[in-house]
């Protein structure tokens, strides 16, 4: 990675974006035809939708509330415009986010008279707050200030051999530079976690990580689910994955050889820089929100027989090394590490290439997912609404 530095936007909060979004937030789901008409209306605005939060209860309450503030406060997001259908859940979430220091703008659907009018006064709103956020200027900030997230679907054989290793490179050279990098899936470590557990830290560290991990596979088997029947999944044994344990070796590859730092919930920030383990589901649309939440401004995505979804709020960039996704696949790949299984690329030479890109993008270069705006949100739900 050469010029260890990148364009970005400077945040109230000290943190840094590599995009200058305003985000329409809707603050439950029947809330999503408005945020959605709104955002569609609006350039330069994003939606953050939700399926939930309605009779939601206790800790699914606070994780749903603690996400979406989590994606509104993410540096990439200059300003943000609430869409509520009433005012006392509209404010719980408006509190969440003010102590970033971000303009936080509300239109409540009950007190302005229905989604004709919420559209009408939402429309206005968010152009007030693009126009407002266009005036910023992209500044030079030093790779201390990259939060990324990385995160692997459609893995295959050429996902642990290839792509996998050249995005731990990258995790490695940002760790070491004082940024922050996260890894997520929880079941994607079944098998190997013991050996992943070896490079925490500290004794607490290892101790908070296992039982991540080792807690969540004993809530499965709690429910009578056999692992062996759900992962590796269909793609991963037609990309040519056997067992779990070769999945769980292959996925580690991405957090490259940095020691553990810290163990996140769903969603949470890094309390300190280096690589830290957010806690959350293995499905793309459900890990890529939490890791946005928790303040990634970029994710590393690898993909081994093609996965095409990224984040709304997270610019994602996909990364394979299988010959045939990077051909068949192009629409949705953006950067090609098949040189090292067909040319014998060096490692260290490849993720070094695709740090520079990496760097590029959070300069400004956009990704397949956000020119396509292939992108979605979906926050975990862990318990029955009322």
Same mark, same amino acid.
């Given at each position: ?64 509330? @603690? /996400?979406?503030? &989590? $994606? +509104?406060? %993410? *540096?990439?997001?200059?300003? !943000? ?5 009433? #005012? ?67 893995? @295959? /054989?050429?996902? &642990? $051999? +290839?792509? %996998? *290793?050249?995005?731990?490179? !990258? ?5 070491? #530079? ?71 070796? &292959? ?136």
């Amino acid at each position: 990675m050469s010029g260890a530095t990148f364009l970005g936007y400077g945040r109230p909060d000290g943190s840094v974006g590599v995009r200058n979004h305003v985000a329409v937030v809707s603050v439950m789901d029947n809330c999503n035809p408005v945020t959605r008409k709104v955002a569609e209306a609006v350039a330069g605005t994003i939606p953050v939708t939700t399926l939930f939060v309605r009779g939601q209860l206790g800790r699914d309450l606070d994780i749903t509330l @603690d /996400t979406l503030a &989590g $994606l +509104a406060r %993410n *540096p990439n997001v200059a300003a !943000v415009l609430l869409i509520g259908l009433e #005012a006392a859940m509209t404010e719980a979430l408006a509190k969440r986010i003010r102590p970033s220091g971000k303009t936080v703008a509300s239109v409540v659907i009950q007190q302005v008279g229905g989604t004709i009018n919420a559209i009408a006064e939402g429309t206005r709103a968010a152009a007030r707050l693009v126009r407002e956020a266009s005036r910023q200027r992209r500044a030079d900030f030093p790779l201390s200030k990259l939060v990324i997230g990385v995160e692997c679907g459609g893995s @295959d /054989t050429t996902s &642990g $051999l +290839a792509s %996998n *290793p050249a995005i731990g490179v !990258v995790a490695d050279r940002v760790a070491a #530079a004082g940024g922050s990098v996260i890894i997520s899936e929880t079941s994607e470590f079944f098998g190997a976690e013991h050996l992943f557990a070896e490079r925490a830290r500290s004794p607490k560290v290892k101790a908070q990580f296992l039982e991540a991990v080792q807690g969540f596979e004993r809530e499965i088997m709690a429910h009578g689910i056999d692992l062996r029947g759900s992962n590796p999944t269909p793609d991963n044994i037609l990309g040519g994955l056997t067992t779990i344990e070769e999945k769980a070796l &292959g996925a580690m590859a991405k957090a490259g050889k940095s020691p553990l730092v810290g163990v996140l919930a769903y969603g949470e920030a890094p309390r300190e820089a280096g690589l830290n383990f957010m806690a959350t589901p293995a499905p793309a649309v459900e890990s890529l929100t939490a890791l946005a939440a928790g303040g990634c401004q970029i994710c590393l995505f690898s993909t081994g027989v093609g996965n095409p979804i990224g984040s709304v709020v997270s610019t994602t960039i996909k990364v394979s090394g299988n010959r045939n996704t990077v051909d068949f696949f192009a629409d949705n790949v953006d950067f090609d590490v098949t040189g090292v299984l067909e040319r014998g690329e060096p490692l260290a030479e490849v993720g070094g290439r695709l740090g520079d890109y990496m760097l590029s993008v959070a300069s400004g270069e956009l990704t397949t997912s956000e020119v396509l705006d292939v992108r979605e949100t979906c926050i975990s739900r862990f318990l029955p609404s009322m």
